[in-house]
Every structure is written in structure tokens, then in C-alpha cells.
């Protein structure tokens, strides 16, 4: 007979922050600030002169305070189109959707919908077993992209397409219909909750109407969970660090966990990443490996107990990384190690096998951006550890890209680098290769051993350790700017800095806020060296910016920035992430996404989301009518007989995460 604790019993961690692992003597970012914002030099090179020939010398927004002139290298607003001009809306507590005058806001694709047709249907009291789940679209939906249906000819369509979007994890409350009350976990309870996780693939259509519809039966819509099979790609694929019971040959991998942030490549394709993955298992062992406790693997249990799953079966079991057996392909020491991969679908071929590209580094990928491509030089993609104290990452691949014959195999050899933020505004990038003589002396100094390039992927967040990197506050979404190159990403806040941290005024001790940096590269964007500068410093009303003349006030004040995205115009999409205290009270309101334009820093708030949810995951239709928006954990305070909200549905129902369609009553530009 199994027994049964009340839920309230359960040690369930659901804040999607895993804990601080890192404790090296890299300098804070904090430490370099303060000189820095008194020589403002900024972004120069190449981007920089062409944004300069572009607008010319009447720059604005980004002023030195040496003899150095510091443009703002973005391009200016398409001629003709009045970008900003809606009326922001005001912050505040409603359980609904807010947008400005004269846009609308439509429902569509909540967790539980259907991706065969109308079964299984989604039930109210959240009685869907985990088959049904299975062919569902999951929980807590994060980033994503549309891919337009003719992505890989003209890519031209604005009314038919593929919608890919991630779902991050669950709600331990909401999931079940008395949500997670039993321990040791019954198996078809912890079915459901795998399922929930992953991705969803939807095709999706515009009606005569206006609005947008799933194409139900399409052969494109599709699932993938924290079940599916995948392939381990690029330089770990056969290490003796992956072999598992699953996969005597360090080929294969079981599923994709805690999708976070996103990216798409110029081919076609869907890059999901994994973020607080380490979580979800356990390790017992007196001395777990370097690949568990660097990343925060639990010695107690995993987040919601699916180790304990009952009746135990290897696809639950398989949580437990803890040394069960004699060797590594008879038990699930390894399970760890085939995570925290950034992992490659193509939504087109509803028959392929995922890929994890693991040349790109094992961290908490928040997100995954792709530079400005150039034909016939290597791609560039940055990527941010979510984590407090983590790092930013840059990957450059070996081959060249050529439209005509790019394909993933770009993303399985190259270098992979580390940023380190220089206190004179300028910034270098670290090589983590097993090939690079520096890295090695450090490492050898460091008393660290690494046997081949797969063990240096494997632990990434070490090599960054030994290479010297900033330490930064919680790297996040990065984006960039469509016609420049250049880079932003979000800071979303670290409550741990301390003032012997910080040596001056900004950024600030306890950083509740926030902030979004941006660089240029030097020259190109495989550069081992930039420039950088701080955007915006998030805040309450009369929060400034130093350097620059932007003063928050009651239409753009904000808190915990965390998505971020460039529409085609060039305007800057933010999102924000606001937990705790910060989301229920205080001067900020639910949260919320902004729009910013780069050159004037003129940033308005355009939406408002429901109670208790998190505004994450953003992207368009080619011709900028339609802007496709996702409401994650609306009223993820709730209690199984007690919603802090109800929507999307309204009335008492549960609450559910979902896509929002926006678009403007006269069938303009959105932004305009």
C-alpha cells in the first residue's frame, strides 16, 4: 500500500530559479561598472560608421563624457511609419489583457488544447490523464517563433504558418485537480507532468475574420515532451560522460526539459533551450561528479519527486542520477549530462528526431540569438545562463555560411567563448577550447584536468570559471538589432550583490531591477573583442540611466526585464519577469512588455498581462500585422481550491497559459 502525505508536506521548489552555484573569484560585473560609466566609450567600429553614414551626425541618446563620440548605432524607424505612436498604457493589477487604443487582443492555443482534432478535449477540473496530455498543447508557454508555412521558399506569409513554442514547467497546484498531494509520486501523475513540459508545434491559420485558428488534424501539429526520443550532436555525442541505460552509446537522449527562451535559424528550424534543468534529479552520492554539483543538482530529491514515481518504471526511474549499479550504461548517473543543451527541431518534418547540438555549451540556456549573418563567414550565435552570477556565452562555427547549403551541421563544430566586460568599456571574448594553449595553462593552474572537448561542453560553467569571466546578473534573453549587428541582453536582477560588490552607485547593490546591456563587435561579428554600455537601468519612477537622459516615469517604469526581441523596424520588445513581493505588490503592477526605440531611448509601455502571470515569448507575421505574445503562470499563487486568477476562461475557471494574438483595429503596423 502506498502512502500518502498532504501536499503541504512536500518540499516543491516551483520559482524556476535554480540556486546560486558559483562561487569563483571572477570580478562582478558590479566591480567594473562604476569606472565605466565615467569614460563612456561606446560601440564603435565598423556597425557603428555604418549606422553613422546612415543617419548621419545627428545622433542622440548615447553621449560621451570624454573626447570620444559615442553614436547609438541603430538604424532609424522606416520612413513614413509613425513607430510609438499609440498611447502607453498605465501599469496595473487586472486580470485581463491590457493593450493600448485602438489594438485588440484575442485568446488563442491555452494549455490543454487539443492537437488531433477535438480529442482529447481539455477538462476544466484538470482530470486529463497523461496520454491526453500527451496530445495537448503543454503547460506555462514561453519563447517562440512563427515560422511563415512557405519559411523555406518565399517566407512571405502573413496568414498560414507554423507557431513553435516552449513550455517552460509546471504548476504543482494547477496540473491536477487537487494538485500534487501524493508522495511517493503515482506514475500517471508524474505521465502528465513530463508531457506538459517541452514543446508545441501548431499550424495555425488566419480566418476570414481576422482571427486565428488551429488547422486541426494538420500533419505539422506535434508534441515534443520530456519523453520524446532525441540525438546528442556535435562534440559530447559518444562521450563516456553520456552513456546511460537509455543509450549504451552516448548517442541518444530522452526528452527535453525546462524550455526556456528560443531561437530560429536562418534554415528553418526551432531551437529550443534548456534552462533550470538541474532541478528535475537527484544525486545522492557523497561526492557527486562536477557535472552535477556545478549546476545544482539536488542531494535530496528532484523538484517534483518523479524519482519516487510508483509503480517504478526506467522512464521515471531514470531521474535518480545517483550510482546504482556497477557501471554507466546499467543505471542513470549520466541522465545529468544530457541536459542543459540547446536542442534543434525542425517543425517541418513532423517525423525528425531532435537534436542537441552540444558544441553550443551545457548551461542554463535562457535564450539563443544568432547574430547578423553574413554569406560566407562563420555564423555567431550568444546565449545567457540564467542563473545569478552566470555568464554570457558566444559561439562561432567553423564553417562559413552559404545560404544555399546551411543546415544544423553548422551548429556541431566551433569554438565556443565567454565574455569578460573590461572596466575601460571594452569587452573580450574567452575561448573555451581544449585547443587553445591560454585556456589550458589556466586550467592546468586551476588544478582542473579535461580530457577532450566533449569534458571541457560538459562543464562549461567551470571552463567560464577558469577563463576569467564577468559575473553577471542573471543573463537572460538576448537580441539583435535586424540591421546593425548590434547586441542586447537583459539583466533581469541579482538580490545578492552585496555593496562591497558594487565600489559605486550603479549598478546597485540588492538588484531588485535589473538592467539591459548592449555591445558592438569589433570589426565583425566574430570578433574576439567589443564595446559595450548599459541601455537602461530598470526601475521605479525617476530612475535614471547615467550617461544618458533617459528618466523612467509612469508610462515605462519597469521591473526584472527578460525577453527580449527586435521586430523588423528595429524597435525593441521587452518583457518582464517580476516573482515574489515585486509581482504582487509594489509601484510596478502585474508584469508587463515595453517597446523602446534604441536611438531615442523613448520606451512605452504597450501591454499589461493578468494576475500572477509572467509576459514572455514574442513574435510576428512577416508583415508586422499580427504580434503573437505569450501569458505564462497566470495566478501561479493559487492554491488547487483557490485561483488568483481565472484567465483566459474568466468566471471561476482555473487558470491556464496561453498565446495572445495582438493586432491593430485598422490593420496597421503593430507599434505604430
Not at 485602438?102 to 492537437?115: E, N, Q
Not at 521558399?153 to 491536477?176: K, M, P, Q, R
Request: overall charge negative; charged content about 20%; glycine content about 10%.
Amino acid at each position: 500500500m502506498t502512502d500518502s502525505k498532504p501536499a503541504t508536506q512536500l518540499t516543491i521548489d516551483n520559482s524556476g530559479i535554480d540556486p546560486q552555484t558559483n562561487f569563483s573569484a571572477n570580478p562582478d560585473f558590479s566591480a567594473i561598472i562604476e569606472s565605466r560609466m565615467a569614460r563612456r566609450r561606446f560601440l564603435k567600429g565598423s556597425v557603428g560608421a555604418a549606422v553613422a553614414a546612415i543617419i548621419g551626425s545627428s545622433l542622440t541618446g548615447c553621449n560621451s563624457s570624454d573626447s570620444e563620440t559615442a553614436p547609438a548605432p541603430v538604424v532609424p524607424p522606416v520612413a513614413g511609419l509613425p513607430l510609438l505612436g499609440f498611447a502607453a498604457v498605465a501599469a496595473g493589477r487586472a486580470d485581463t489583457i491590457v493593450v493600448p487604443a485602438g489594438y485588440s487582443a484575442s485568446v488563442l492555443l491555452p494549455w490543454g488544447t487539443p492537437l488531433t482534432g477535438s480529442y482529447p478535449a481539455y477538462l476544466a477540473d484538470a482530470g486529463n490523464n497523461g496520454s491526453d496530455q500527451e496530445q495537448q498543447v503543454g503547460m506555462h508557454h514561453d519563447g517562440m517563433h512563427f515560422f511563415p508555412i512557405d519559411a523555406r521558399s518565399t517566407a512571405s506569409s502573413s496568414t498560414e504558418g507554423l507557431l513553435v513554442f516552449n513550455h517552460e514547467y509546471i504548476d504543482h497546484n494547477l496540473i491536477h485537480t487537487n494538485g500534487i498531494d501524493t508522495f511517493p509520486r503515482p506514475a500517471e501523475q508524474v505521465r502528465k507532468e513530463i508531457a506538459a513540459h517541452g514543446v508545441s508545434v501548431a499550424h495555425i491559420q488566419q480566418q476570414a475574420d481576422g482571427s486565428w485558428q488551429l488547422v486541426n488534424n494538420s500533419p505539422f501539429n506535434r508534441r515534443i515532451t520530456g519523453a520524446t526520443p532525441m540525438a546528442l550532436a556535435g562534440p559530447v555525442r559518444g562521450s563516456s560522460k553520456v552513456i546511460t541505460r537509455y543509450s549504451a552509446d552516448g548517442s541518444r537522449s530522452r526528452g527535453t526539459l525546462n524550455n526556456c527562451g528560443n531561437g530560429f535559424t536562418p534554415w528553418g528550424t526551432y531551437l529550443t533551450c534548456e534552462e533550470n534543468w538541474a532541478g528535475y534529479f537527484v544525486n545522492s552520492d557523497a561526492t557527486p561528479p562536477r557535472e552535477h554539483s556545478r549546476y545544482g543538482v539536488s542531494s535530496r530529491n528532484g523538484r517534483y519527486f518523479w524519482e519516487t514515481a510508483t509503480p517504478a518504471a526506467d522512464q521515471y526511474q531514470r531521474f535518480n542520477a545517483s550510482i546504482q549499479a556497477a557501471t554507466a550504461s546499467e543505471d542513470y548517473r549520466n541522465e545529468p549530462n544530457t541536459f542543459g543543451w540547446i536542442v534543434e527541431i525542425d517543425p517541418f518534418n513532423p517525423d525528425s528526431v531532435p537534436q542537441k547540438r552540444t558544441a553550443l555549451g551545457r548551461f542554463g540556456h535562457e535564450g539563443i540569438i544568432f547574430g547578423k549573418l553574413e554569406e560566407g563567414k562563420p555564423v555567431v550565435l550568444y546565449s545567457g545562463d540564467d542563473s545569478r552570477f552566470e555568464y554570457i556565452y558566444k559561439f562561432v562555427s567553423d564553417a562559413p555560411y552559404y545560404k544555399n547549403t546551411a543546415g544544423g551541421h553548422l551548429l556541431n563544430d566551433g569554438v565556443l567563448y565567454v565574455a569578460r566586460f573590461n572596466d575601460d568599456g571594452s569587452g573580450d571574448w574567452l575561448p573555451l577550447d581544449i585547443n587553445d594553449a591560454d585556456f589550458m595553462a589556466k586550467a592546468s593552474a586551476a588544478g582542473a584536468e579535461f580530457t577532450d572537448q566533449a569534458d571541457v561542453l560538459l562543464n562549461t560553467r567551470l571552463a567560464a570559471d577558469i577563463a576569467g569571466a564577468t559575473k553577471m546578473d542573471r543573463p537572460e534573453w538576448g537580441a539583435v538589432h535586424p540591421d546593425t549587428g548590434e547586441v542586447y541582453f537583459t539583466l533581469t536582477n541579482n538580490t545578492r550583490r552585496t555593496e562591497e560588490q558594487t565600489d559605486g552607485a550603479n549598478p546597485r547593490a540588492n538588484n531588485s531591477t535589473g538592467h539591459i546591456i548592449r555591445w558592438n563587435e569589433r570589426e565583425t561579428q566574430e570578433a574576439m573583442t567589443f564595446d559595450w554600455d548599459i541601455f537602461l537601468l530598470a526601475g521605479d519612477v525617476g530612475t535614471e540611466t547615467p550617461g544618458t537622459e533617459l528618466v523612467l516615469d509612469a508610462d515605462n517604469h519597469l521591473a526584472s526585464p527578460d525577453g527580449l526581441w527586435f521586430d523588423k523596424n528595429g524597435l525593441l520588445w521587452i518583457q518582464t519577469d517580476m516573482s515574489g513581493s515585486q509581482q504582487g505588490e509594489g509601484p510596478y503592477g502585474n508584469n508587463q512588455m515595453l517597446v523602446a526605440d534604441p536611438v531615442t531611448r523613448q520606451i512605452k509601455r504597450f501591454l499589461v498581462g493578468p494576475t500572477d502571470c509572467e509576459v514572455t515569448g514574442i513574435s510576428a507575421t512577416p508583415d508586422m500585422k499580427t504580434l503573437f505574445v505569450n501569458i505564462q503562470h497566470p495566478g501561479d499563487r493559487s492554491a488547487p481550491d483557490n485561483f488568483t486568477s481565472n484567465w483566459p476562461d474568466g468566471g471561476s475557471s482555473r487558470p491556464r497559459s496561453a498565446t495572445v494574438v495582438i493586432t491593430k483595429d485598422d490593420g496597421g503596423v503593430i507599434g505604430s
